[in-house]
């Protein structure tokens, strides 16, 4: 610690390190910029977190490796470059760098680890190259101020809450490289009003589009061998042994007569739902699948079968069901 010093609101670091070692300058809100020797390597655990007024950072191209937390809650951060030398980008290394607008994420990093930009409120545009493969936990999380985000068609998994709370999100683009879309991977993304997912995606986590009232148009890839979109793009369906389960809808979805199950949370947060229909195809309503639909007046289900929806569906909404007359249910299945 005693090699580290602030002169002037600039940070000094010895000539020869070859690491900027834990805790170096951390809680130092004094330090304003920081130039890094070209003999430094590796950037330690925390070495400039919570330094609240720094607002320059040099990284040279000899630095290889910036590790967990490095620059985390540095607020007054806005722009930063990494250079191409670095290989791997640890996790929270930029968590809750609310001033930083715009990340050119290096073509030698394969992995976007967990929290990496979490909590980045003020990301406007950021470039991520066709070497990642992986975008981790929470990756993106709460990155309230991106508004588009190209995922490069290098990237097989996006985990879980990867883009969570990313509310200016308007549209999305899985490519045909992806197979693995995590729980609440896109969760409450409340501005997002469509989604494009490819042929090759096998696996949608729970929740994955949970809470966007937005959502109006799903578009899945010919040739997908598990998921499919609706007739008129409004609900995602997968594949099941014994029928097809409905498992994303949308504020204006129409539950076709195929359908055999509607999925957890199938409508979770969709603000905007104000009445559905239940075809009598649907043996099984699963968990949370209305859940915050608050605009939900009405749950039309077929003649005769109020009690047989209301062993399905939660308390609550027993309260909205309304038996269909005879020729109405005919006519809407016919349609």
């Known amino acids: 610690m005693a090699n580290y010093k602030v002169k002037n609101?600039?940070?000094?670091?010895?000539?020869?390190?070859?690491?900027?070692?834990?805790?170096?300058?951390?809680?130092?809100?004094?330090?304003?910029?920081?130039?890094?020797?070209?003999?430094?390597?590796?950037i330690g655990e925390s070495a400039f977190e919570g330094c609240t007024g720094l607002t320059s950072v040099i990284i040279p191209n000899s630095v290889t490796m910036i590790e967990e937390r490095v620059f985390k809650d540095c607020t007054?951060?806005?722009?930063?470059?990494?250079?191409d030398s670095v290989?791997?980008?640890?996790?929270?290394?930029?968590?809750?760098?609310?001033?930083?607008?715009?990340?050119?994420?290096?073509?030698?990093?394969?992995?976007?680890?967990?929290?990496v930009f979490f909590g980045c409120t003020g990301l406007?545009?950021?470039?991520?190259?066709?070497?990642?493969?992986?975008?981790?936990?929470?990756?993106?999380?709460?990155?309230?101020?991106?508004?588009?985000?190209?995922i490069p068609d290098s990237?097989?998994?996006?985990?879980?809450?990867?883009?969570?709370?990313?509310?200016?999100?308007?549209?999305?683009?899985?490519?045909?490289?992806?197979?693995?879309?995590?729980?609440?991977?896109?969760?409450?993304?409340?501005?997002?009003?469509?989604?494009?997912?490819s042929n090759t995606v096998t696996e949608i986590g729970e929740f994955a589009f949970g809470g966007c009232p937005e959502l109006s148009r799903i578009v899945v890839a010919e040739g997908n061998v598990l998921y499919l979109p609706t007739d008129d793009g409004n609900s995602l369906l997968r594949r099941d042994a014994k029928g097809y389960i409905l498992c994303l809808g949308c504020k204006n979805t129409i539950i076709p007569d195929i359908v055999?199950?509607?999925?957890?949370?199938?409508?979770?947060?969709?603000?905007?739902?104000?009445?559905?229909?239940?075809?009598?195809?649907?043996?099984?309503?699963?968990?949370?699948?209305?859940?915050?639909?608050?605009?939900?007046?009405?749950?039309y289900v077929p003649p005769k079968k109020a009690d047989y929806y209301k062993k399905r569906l939660p308390e609550e909404l027993h309260r909205l069901i309304v038996e269909l007359p005879e020729e109405k249910s005919e006519s809407m299945a016919e349609k």
């Not at 190259?129 to 101020?145: E, L, M, N």
């Open 260 to 299: 055999t199950k509607i999925g957890v949370g199938a409508f979770y947060g969709c603000t905007g739902l104000t009445s559905i229909a239940i075809p009598d195809s649907v043996k099984e309503i699963e968990e949370s699948a209305f859940e915050g639909c608050t605009a939900l007046k009405t749950i």
């Open 87 to 115: 290989r791997a980008i640890g996790e929270s290394a930029f968590e809750g760098c609310t001033g930083l607008t715009n990340i050119v994420i290096p073509n030698s990093v394969t992995t976007i680890y967990e929290h």
């Open 9 to 42: 609101g600039v940070g000094i670091i010895p000539k020869g390190k070859t690491t900027v070692g834990f805790p170096a300058f951390e809680g130092r809100t004094d330090l304003t910029s920081v130039i890094i020797p070209e003999s430094v390597m590796r």
């Open 76 to 83: 007054s951060l806005a722009s930063i470059v990494i250079p």
């Open 155 to 197: 990237v097989t998994d996006i985990w879980e809450n990867a883009f969570e709370d990313c509310i200016g999100l308007k549209n999305i683009v899985i490519p045909s490289s992806v197979s693995v879309i995590g729980e609440k991977a896109f969760y409450k993304c409340t501005d997002l009003t469509s989604i494009v997912i």
């Open 124 to 150: 406007t545009s950021v470039v991520i190259p066709d070497s990642v493969t992986q975008i981790r936990t929470g990756a993106f999380k709460g990155c309230t101020g991106l508004t588009s985000i190209i």
